[in-house]
């Protein structure tokens, strides 16, 4: 893991003066024209979270046809996650770039621990999501230079420290949080607004939507991150795609 260089530094300041303001459009209109003007990859990551959602709506809106979308495919979504991913396909005529974890280390992992292993502990869940997840996204992310992801401060403690803009170490690359300080009351203001379209798992209380087995819905009351691996007693309820 290294420090940025330089001229990534000097990409991250310009990049914090581009994205200071509140207007979503014009800020994927001008990472647009910076992937022009710079040949620069830029690409964004969806799950097809309500905030993604709104990603992929404001990058369609602005025509940002220089950012490269893709998602990652653990093979343990649910049915609802795949519907709402061939509906968004279909609806704005755009291409998602799947990526899926490797054959032969899932059938290593199931064979050694079992289908369901990552109940067991800690250690195996992380492995689980490190096969599934963190592997799939360092090909993702092999040759960009910007990555942009749907993080908010609101959605758990951890992420209240993150940057707008940062120097993402473990994937040596620069990541864009455009939605970090907007509350949930903004992202759905968003969406009822301009009709966008999300995961009916939101309705039916789960805030945060991963792999099935991995994920439930909330209680009134619980934290926003409590339906994630919600058997496990700790609050770093990450999975190595994000730092914790």
């Not at 209109?29 to 992929?56: H, M, P, R, W, Y």
């Not at 979308?69 to 755009?94: C, H, Q, S």
């Amino acid at each position: 893991m290294s420090a940025p260089t330089p001229e990534n530094q000097e990409l991250i300041h310009s990049l914090e003066l581009l994205l200071s303001n509140s207007d979503l459009q014009a800020d994927m209109e001008a990472l647009n024209q910076l992937a022009i003007d710079q040949k620069l990859n830029i690409c964004f990551s969806t799950s097809f979270g309500v905030e993604d959602q709104i990603l992929t709506d404001a990058i369609k809106a602005a025509n940002a046809q220089q950012i490269r979308l893709f998602t990652l495919d653990t093979g343990r979504l649910f049915p609802e996650t795949y519907n709402l991913w061939a509906r968004t396909v279909k609806r704005y005529g755009i291409d998602i770039q799947a990526y899926y974890p490797s054959q032969e280390q899932v059938e290593s992992y199931v064979t050694e621990y079992g289908i369901n292993a990552f109940y067991e502990s800690v250690p195996l869940r992380k492995a689980c999501c490190h096969i599934r997840k963190v592997e799939p996204l360092k090909r993702a992310l092999a040759n960009a230079h910007i990555w942009i992801s749907g993080l908010r401060a609101e959605q758990s403690s951890n992420r209240q420290t993150v940057n707008k803009v940062e120097w993402d170490s473990s994937f040596q690359v620069i990541k864009c949080q455009p939605l970090l300080s907007w509350t949930a009351q903004q992202v759905w203001d968003y969406v009822h607004l301009n009709n966008v379209s999300y995961n009916t798992l939101h309705d039916s209380s789960f805030p945060s939507i991963g792999c099935a087995p991995c994920t439930r819905a909330v209680r009134e009351g619980e934290d926003f991150r409590s339906g994630r691996w919600w058997w496990e007693d700790n609050s770093q309820k990450e999975c190595g795609l994000h730092r914790s």
